[in-house]
Nanobody
Framework: QVQLVESGGGSVQAGGSLRLSCVASVSRYSYSTYCMGWFRQAPGKEREGVATIISDGRTTYQDSVKGRFTISQDNAKNTVYLQMNSLKPEDTAMYYC????????????WGQGTQVTVSS
């Protein structure tokens, strides 16, 4: 199992930056067993994928964040990051860190979320 704790959210003006962090506490398998992702959910909207990273470092991004957001991870610290630059009001949402077993295609483990608010 894995427990995920996000941090780094906050309120910024449009054009600003934030870096989200997610620390994974693993109990049975090593951190490298898991593939990580960031998701977000805005009020009244469905949760959507933002970015994912797999064990070999390959990444995927939602089109709306390409070129502005960067997902990365530090395996030694069991931590995944989301660097968010050039933030827009439409990026306002609760951001969630999630983990899946790399041999499975669904995210089974979720953090509690961290709020990101971008004002115009």
């Amino acid at each position: 199992q894995v427990q995920l704790v996000e941090s780094g959210g906050g309120s910024v003006q449009a054009g600003g930056s934030l870096r989200l962090s997610c620390v994974a506490s693993v109990s049975r398998y090593s951190y490298s067993t898991y593939c990580m992702g960031w998701f977000r959910q805005a009020p009244g909207k469905e949760r959507e994928g933002v970015a994912t990273i797999i064990s070999d470092g390959r990444t995927t991004y939602q089109d709306s964040v390409k070129g502005r957001f960067t997902i990365s991870q530090d395996n030694a610290k069991n931590t995944v990051y989301l660097q968010m630059n050039s933030l827009k009001p439409e990026d306002t949402a609760m951001y969630y860190c999630a983990a899946r077993y790399c041999n499975r295609d669904y995210f089974a483990f979720w953090g509690q979320g961290t709020q990101v608010t971008v004002s115009s």
